[in-house]
T-cell receptor, first 116, second 114 residues
Framework: AQKITQTQPGMFVQEKEAVTLDCTYD???????LFWYKQPSSGEMIFLIY??????QNATEGRYSLNFQKARKSANLVISASQLGDSAMYFC?????????????FGDGTTLTVKP | DGGITQSPKYLFRKEGQNVTLSCEQN?????MYWYRQDPGQGLRLIYY???????QKGDIAEGYSVSREKKESFPLTVTSAQKNPTAFYLC?????????????FGPGTRLTVL
């Protein structure tokens, strides 16, 4: 079974508007971490935001916030005030437990296009 | 500046040849990883190493080999046994638990088999 599911292959958003990228996950481990990464067309992976399974508050980093709904196993990324430079592929990832040296399982990604 | 370097950026290989991709980090991280990415898809783990002289297979290790003789270096060899090696290869490193374990990635190597 897929451990990380991103159901939106492609998304469009108007510049300056907010957009939500969906991510659901599957794990039986009570300790896990959820990550979002951005991959521009150049190929490098850029870390955006992290949410720990025991964190009470939703994570925020500048224009990025993570809508963490633990019971629904959902970790959606919200980008506020979209900019043209936000056009990229976005990956959700999960690290399970504390014994895996940080190795993560990645979703298939969502391609975001910001329209001027 | 701390970071991860990968070389070369582009690599062309003839069928039947082994080729080695370089990955070096100066972040003083213990853990390092190799991922493969096919067009339009996510990352799949090939090998990872938690410490020098130790490494484990990931989800798609067949046809690949690694070594970890130094903390800074984690080279990946794509052998002739890998049936479809054309892909984008990303190397990463991370801090150990209980840190967040965010992964720091190199710029990648794009391998094409001719």
């Amino acid at each position: 079974a897929q451990k990380i599911t991103q159901t939106q292959p492609g998304m469009f958003v108007q510049e300056k508007e907010a957009v939500t990228l969906d991510c659901t996950y599957d794990t039986s481990d009570p300790s896990y971490g959820l990550f979002w990464y951005k991959q521009p067309s150049s190929g490098e992976m850029i870390f955006l935001i992290y949410q720990g399974s025991y964190d009470q508050q939703n994570a925020t980093e500048g224009r990025y916030s993570l809508n963490f709904q633990k019971a629904r196993k959902s970790a959606n990324l919200v980008i506020s005030a979209s900019q043209l430079g936000d056009s990229a592929m976005y990956f959700c990832a999960m690290r399970e437990g504390y014994t895996n040296a940080g190795k993560s399982t990645f979703g298939d990604g969502t391609t975001l296009t910001v329209k001027p | 500046d701390g970071g991860i370097t990968q070389s070369p950026k582009y690599l062309f290989r003839k069928e039947g040849q082994n080729v080695t991709l370089s990955c070096e980090q100066n972040l003083n991280h213990d853990a390092m990883y190799w991922y493969r990415q096919d067009p339009g898809q996510g990352l799949r783990l090939i090998y990872y190493s938690q410490i020098v002289n130790d490494f484990q297979k990931g989800d798609i290790a067949e046809g690949y080999s690694v070594s970890r003789e130094k903390k800074e270096s984690f080279p990946l060899t794509v052998t002739s046994a890998q049936k479809n090696p054309t892909a984008f290869y990303l190397c990463a490193s991370s801090t150990p638990p209980p840190d967040t374990n965010e992964q720091f990635f190199g710029p990648g190597t794009r391998l094409t088999v001719l």
